[in-house]
């Protein structure tokens, strides 16, 4: 069975500091990972995805995961934290073909000014 | 990117009421889509697949005469939640898959329903 984990509840950072969430996986074949960010009662909004191709995968808001297949992780990571990059952070990975997605536990992002 | 509309955002009702909420995909067609609950700071747990004709697939453990979802178009599938009880108060998120079952398919998500039963 495909699973993902987030092992980080809370991650807090300073503003300008370079932050990172934590995801590790577990599949079977190929993985398909996603990063998703929720904000406060609203619905998820994509960052970025790993299908194949360069292990460095860049995304929306300058956001970027590294994908290690030795370590089974991808990493969600962003040199300069902002205040408005606080949210609730997911990382997913695909199950079976078309867009059914199981989630990590969700990692709450807080930037601090 | 492709648009999903969740609607209603919010809704309070009466125990023993039914809800309808409404998943739309704007500008592409959905053959499957799916229902997602969500507690407060807590993962988003799959409730079932909705298929564009057909009986929707229920994940273990979900009440399918409680949760009926009618996926009655290529653009929309509803969630019903029938007879509600304060337990099922919670955030329902629902997502449409663009592609088709290839490997560049993404999912794009509604904006979610926050369900209070009171």
């Known amino acids: 069975a495909q699973s993902v984990a987030q092992p980080e509840d809370q991650v807090n950072v300073a503003e300008g500091n370079p932050l990172t969430v934590k995801c590790t996986y577990s599949v079977s074949g190929n993985p398909y990972l996603f990063w998703y960010v929720q904000y406060p009662n609203r619905g998820l909004q994509f960052l970025l995805k790993?299908?194949?191709?360069?292990?460095l995968v860049k995304g929306s808001y300058g956001f970027e995961a590294e994908f290690n297949k030795s370590q089974t992780s991808f990493h969600l990571k962003k040199p300069s934290a902002l205040v408005s990059d606080s949210a609730l952070y997911f990382c997913?990975?695909?199950?079976?073909?078309?867009?059914?997605?199981?989630f990590g536990q969700g990692t709450e992002l807080s930037v601090k000014p | 990117g492709a648009v999903v509309s969740q609607h209603p955002s919010w809704v309070i009702c009466k125990s023993g009421t039914s809800v309808k909420i409404e998943c739309r995909s704007l500008?592409?067609?959905?053959?499957?889509m799916f229902w997602y609950r969500q507690f407060p700071k807590q993962s988003l747990m799959l409730m079932a697949t909705?298929?564009?004709?057909?009986?929707?697939?229920?994940e273990q453990g979900v009440e399918k005469d409680k949760f009926l979802i009618n996926h009655a178009s290529l653009t929309l599938s509803t969630l019903t939640v029938t007879s509600a009880h304060p337990e099922d108060s919670s955030f329902y998120i629902c997502s449409a898959p663009k592609g088709g079952e290839g490997r560049n398919t993404e999912a794009f998500f509604g904006q979610g329903t926050r369900l209070t039963v009171v």
């Open positions: 997913a990975v695909r199950d079976g073909r078309g867009g059914k997605l199981i």
């Open positions: 790993y299908i194949t191709g360069d292990n």
């Open positions: 500008d592409f067609q959905a053959t499957t």
């Open positions: 909705s298929n564009e004709g057909s009986k929707a697939t229920y």
